[in-house]
């Protein structure tokens, strides 16, 4: 089955700065790769994800890569804020069935 | 539309009892997901039940089941509670296709004692 693998598993940096967050998976049938943020005390949500037949995908301050040959894909925020402090997980799936998620990375932003 | 709804919010229970958990996924979504989540422990999968049917299921022990009926509605049962089974309880619900996101309720904390 599919195992996803998840790095670093905390991350604290400067407000502004950048942060990065990686994954990688096992089966390459995987094609669908969302990223969720859980906030302390709440459920996870959507931030960005992205398929398959796309390597890259951004949404304002945030941007995932992806890189199918290599089986692994990646967070990137920029310009980080303190409400940006949350738990990160990333998950593969395929068709959208099976979700399996990583261990998570808990991400601090410092003022 | 409605999100993912989960009740009960929070319950305690003692060792031996069992408990059931319901989720109502999001309107003409036929795919719910069971997760559990402890401190340090991330998402760990449950089941998965698509049309009634348990479609995929994680390395959990015989006293974790579900079910889901003909409206999508999904229930999970855990017999025999264990001190360790205490732990926030997600469900997740998408529509079947690529790309379907997962929704998340707002979890069930369950407490054994």
């Known amino acids: 089955g599919e195992n996803v693998e998840q790095h670093p598993s905390t991350l604290s940096v400067q407000e502004g700065d950048s942060a990065v967050i990686k994954c990688t998976y096992s089966d390459s049938a995987s094609n669908y790769f969302p990223w969720y943020k859980q906030e302390l005390g709440k459920r996870p949500q959507l931030i960005i994800d992205i398929r398959s037949n796309v390597g890259e995908k951004k949404d304002q301050r945030i941007a995932v890569t992806l890189n199918k040959t290599a089986k692994h894909f990646s967070l990137h925020i920029t310009e980080t804020q303190p409400e940006d402090s949350a738990v990160y997980f990333c998950?593969?799936?395929?068709?959208?069935?099976?979700?399996?998620f990583g261990p998570g990375t808990r991400l601090s932003v410092l003022p | 539309k409605a999100g993912v709804t989960q009740t009960p919010r929070y319950l305690i229970k003692t060792r031996g009892q069992q408990v059931t958990l319901s989720c109502s996924p999001i309107s003409g979504h036929r795919s719910v997901s069971w997760y559990q989540q402890t401190p340090g422990q991330g998402l760990q999968f449950l089941f998965e039940?698509?049309?009634?049917?348990?479609?995929n299921k994680g390395n959990f022990p015989g006293r974790f089941s579900g079910r889901q009926f003909s409206n999508s509605r999904s229930e999970m049962n855990v017999s025999t509670l264990e001190l360790g089974d205490s732990a926030l309880y997600l469900c997740?619900?998408?529509?079947?296709?690529?790309?379907?996101?997962?929704?998340f309720g707002q979890g069930t904390r369950l407490t054994v004692v």
């Open positions: 997740a619900s998408s529509l079947v296709g690529q790309g379907a996101e997962a929704f």
């Open positions: 039940y698509f049309s009634e049917t348990q479609r």
């Open positions: 998950a593969a799936s395929i068709d959208g069935q099976n979700f399996v």
